[in-house]
């Protein structure tokens, strides 16, 4: 089966500083990837050309085979986004800006109206969907967010950052969902800070330092690889990003 994300020979400099150096990295449907690093190690720069905000100063990233840059529309139109920073209109209800998204969509009124209860059930909005979204504290956001990311059914979901900010409750809805979708085949992009959520949901993860791809391959054979030396995931992690 062909990869649904296709990064060849990705990079991206500002100015002097390059920020992704030559990835290359392969996803396929009906997988969680993980990306991990430190602040600058070049995974928000990787998320923005995957998502089309940014185009690759090399390289190229193709999603279920339409180039991010030569096949813009066709290519986003496989994916949902979930930045780190939330952003709703304030003076649209949850509700309201659901419809926007849908309505950007081409849905019909009536198929709008069974997208938007469908995802008000799955994340849990029923309480404060019809609130301005002015209101919404972090979590309510991400929530309506996500949501907002599903409507369309992606084949890839794209997130940054996803569990900063939400309440113990919210972590496990998403964390749950997130399992459930890649099961039925969706492909999820995460890039996280967050080690114990790529342990816990990841089926691969990757490790970037200074814009190099350090490591991609599942928790275990991390560990395997690493045999005799402390098996927590942060300490593996701390190892391969400080002694490279």
Not at 31 to 45: D, I, Q, S, V
Not at 124 to 149: I, N, W
Not at 183 to 198: I, P
């Amino acid at each position: 089966m062909p990869p649904i994300v296709e990064f060849s020979s990705v990079g991206r400099d500002y100015g002097s500083k390059t920020a992704v150096d030559a990835i290359d990295l392969q996803l396929h449907e009906g997988e969680l990837f993980a990306l991990l690093g430190h602040n600058g190690a070049g995974k928000t720069t990787a998320v923005k050309m995957l998502v089309g905000l940014l185009q690759p100063g090399t390289g190229s990233i193709r999603i279920g085979g339409y180039d991010v840059v030569e096949s813009t529309r066709e290519a986003v139109s496989l994916l949902g986004y979930v930045p780190d920073q939330p952003y709703l209109y304030d003076k649209l209800s949850g509700y309201e800006f659901l419809e926007f998204i849908a309505e950007i969509y081409g849905f019909d009124a009536k198929v709008i109206k069974e997208l938007i209860g469908r995802e008000i059930d799955r994340f849990g909005l029923a309480e404060f969907v019809h609130d301005l979204c002015e209101s919404y504290s972090h979590g309510m956001k991400q929530r309506t967010v996500f949501a907002a990311a599903m409507l369309h059914n992606p084949r890839l979901l794209v997130i940054d950052e996803p569990m900063v900010g939400l309440d113990p409750q919210s972590i496990r809805i998403v964390k749950d969902l997130l399992r459930e979708e890649v099961d039925k085949g969706l492909c999820v992009f995460m890039s996280t800070h967050t080690l114990t959520a790529a342990e816990e949901i990841a089926d691969r993860i990757g490790v970037m330092r200074k814009g190099q791809l350090l490591y991609v391959g599942s928790v275990d054979e991390l560990r395997k690889s690493h045999a005799g030396e402390d098996q927590s995931l942060e300490s593996l992690y701390l190892k391969l990003t400080n002694s490279t």
